[in-house]
């Protein structure tokens, strides 16, 4: 059996996990699902001193205190920046690495760099002040069920400016690990197809998911079934 670690994506929580987590614990796999500081059940810490570097110590935190070594370690949109940087800082701690339409960062380079020009619009119109940015609405997501919507945007919370426009640390060498990326195909954000060619490019073991931008709300039991193979 497989032990898991799921990061979370921007505005959201190691809740949003809680559908795949189900279905792989059923299958006796260990499965974790950290909260970036200020997200989630975490969100009364949120402040504005909070940057990718808080979220990086988030995780390498998390796996040393829980002792976790040969973990299939899963990031999901934004977190991609985060889980490299732990991966980088901890070779060790890896198995194996998936990318589910997760940014790959390059040196010296933001999530706001590499998320494109359709991105930095709607993160101007979503900006409450000089460090604060509201979330999208659920469709944003291509979340449209009702009561996957109304569970969906309850739990959503503000995010940390810092966070988006923080360069990554150092060089990510994607070569040193055994990485997966895994694409939803029906998914609206333009810059995670190029992510997905780019990993195509760099001959990483590389899926397809018939699925919206979160398959963990909307395709669970198919995201489920994936990740399974991929850590077996």
Sequence with gaps: MATYIFVHGAFQGGWVWG???????WEKHQVYTPTLTGCGDRSHLLNESIDLHTYIKDITNFLHCENLN???????????????????????????????????????????????????????????????VKPWPAVSFGISRATDKQWFESRLVNFPLAAFTTPFPGRFDGSLFDISFIHCQNGSNGSAGITADDAKHRGWAYHELESGPLPMVTTPQELADLLAAIGS
């Design 70 to 132: 040969g973990v299939v370690l899963v990031s999901h949109g934004y977190s991609g920046m985060v889980t490299s940087a732990v991966v980088q800082a901890m070779p060790h701690v890896a198995r194996k690495v998936v990318y589910l339409d997760a940014a790959v960062p390059e040196q010296g380079k933001s999530f706001l760099d590499l998320a494109g020009d359709g991105f930095r619009h709607v993160l101007g119109i979503h900006r409450l002040n000089d460090w604060l």
């Design 19 to 25: 559908k795949v987590a189900s279905i792989l614990r």
